[in-house]
């Protein structure tokens, strides 16, 4: 079993979705990161874990709990992809004042903000926690932070892939 965790309404063939929304219909539904909610899989039951852009809505506990509960589902050497924003290009667009090169996906709040500042806490700290769609972000990860993490879980083989 494949699963790929955060998936709203994208589905992989091959992959058993999962997801916290069930209007997105997934296979499993759970809320990552709850400390009472185990994924219900047996230890060591998953071939591979993909999640995309999920673990930077969580808070700083509930990315640990989710990270350990991935680690108790994956089989030995089984592989764990996740990508998420990667903070040091925030931080370098807010310095370069190119912050607005997110405006994109950002809600209404962010064309009226005047300030790179603004413009910057939007998109770092999730503005867009009031839609029913997007819970905002929680904490953001560089490489560095998302490997250490990682390494405090338990996973040993932890690199940084780059762009994804």
């Known amino acids: 079993m494949r699963l790929n965790i955060g998936a709203g309404p994208r589905i992989f063939p091959g992959w058993v979705s999962v997801d916290h929304d069930p209007a997105n219909q997934p296979e499993i539904l759970w809320r990552a990161g709850e400390a009472d909610q ?81 413009k910057f806490g939007l998109v770092a700290c999730g503005a867009m926690s009031d839609r029913d769609w997007y819970t905002g972000h929680r904490q953001l990860f560089d490489g560095e932070a998302l490997c250490e993490a990682l390494k405090d879980a338990g996973f040993w083989d932890v690199y940084e892939c780059g762009e994804n």
Do not use: N
Request: hydrophobic letters at 40%; proline letters at 7%; glycine letters at 8%.
């Open 38 to 118: 185990p994924l219900p899989i047996p230890d060591g039951g998953v071939a591979a874990i993909y999640c995309s852009h999920m673990i930077d809505h969580l808070d700083w506990r509930a990315g640990r709990r989710f990270l350990a509960e991935c680690r108790r589902v994956l089989a030995p050497g089984a592989p764990i992809r996740i990508t998420c924003c990667d903070a040091k290009v925030f931080a370098q667009k807010y310095l370069d004042g190119t912050i607005g090169d997110f405006a994109y996906f950002q809600p209404e709040e962010f064309s009226r903000a005047k300030t790179a500042g603004s």
